[in-house]
């Protein structure tokens, strides 16, 4: 039995595709390998291919966010989830401070609002 390695490009196009959220089976046909290679490849190498997945979510926040005024996102408070994993490039990008909850206690969310000199905040409805 012969087995070739992934090219470069074959991984970046494996890790392209994976963040766009294609199946195996549909990756192994665009890249004309055996789906046991691609999935293979996702366990062995996860932790590379979803630092990808985190780049595109703190990318897509900083784009969202900074659509808003100069000076309107002040903090943003999140769960502990591994979506928020490159939260110090989205602190030095908004201009801002992030907070975490405490673990197990996602109601600790929330949204604060600021309406003249006051800060006020509420709860978001989970």
Same mark, same amino acid.
């Given at each position: 039995?012969?087995? *070739? ?10 890790? &392209?595709?994976?963040?766009?959220? %294609? ?5 192994? +046909?665009?890249? *004309? ?48 989830? *591994?979506? &928020?994993? %490159?939260?110090? *490039? ?9 907070? &975490? ?7 600790? %969310?929330?949204?604060?609002? +600021? ?12």
């Amino acid at each position: 039995m012969s087995y *070739n390695h992934l090219s470069i490009d074959e991984r970046s196009c494996l890790q &392209f595709y994976y963040v766009q959220g %294609l199946s195996v089976r549909k990756i192994s +046909k665009l890249l *004309n390998r055996s789906p046991s290679t691609i999935s293979r490849e996702i366990r062995r190498n996860c932790w590379q291919l979803v630092r990808g997945v985190f780049y595109y979510v703190a990318a897509l926040v900083i784009k969202t966010l900074s659509a808003l005024p100069k000076g309107a996102v002040k903090t943003i408070t999140t769960d502990n989830g *591994n979506e &928020f994993a %490159l939260w110090e *490039n989205m602190e030095r990008a908004l201009d801002c401070e992030i907070y &975490f909850t405490d673990t197990y206690c996602s109601w600790h %969310l929330t949204i604060q609002l +600021k309406s003249g000199n006051s800060l006020s905040s509420r709860a978001v409805a989970r």
